[in-house]
């Protein structure tokens, strides 16, 4: 079996609603249950350890202020791509689940459009389907990596 290549992610939290160890601590959940070894860089505030990305080892992920715009949903990644986006403002209404809730759900979906970066399609389970709802969020059994 081939060495396990740790995943590098620089985060860029421009928007800021949810702090940095918060997202890294939700984003990086999936990842722990694949086996996936990830390492988080706040990218803002770290910008001397930025390294050149690279597919499928050094990614970005900004977090973004405004909306993506019509049928992106809460963010969007160019599969095969190295930055994706999200944009906490969608998620809103999250937050009446509590500031938790919401923290979580903007980290799942950092994790799920990385998980785009990696080649990963859209699937009928787990962190990959396409739409999240709130009644799903404490339900550990959709927020895992599951092919089908
Ligand atoms: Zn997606």
Redesign the pocket.
Known sequence: MPAKKKLRVQVYNQEGSVPFQSLVDSARQPFDLSGIETEWIDALRQPKTLMPYALNSNLGLRVTKGKPGPNL?S???VPGGVLSSIYPETLQSYRRLGEDAYHKIVGMSGA??I??LTGKP?SKKGL?R?NFRPEELNDNANWGFIDD
């Open positions: 949903g963010g969007y990644a799920h459009e998980g785009h859209h990959m396409a």
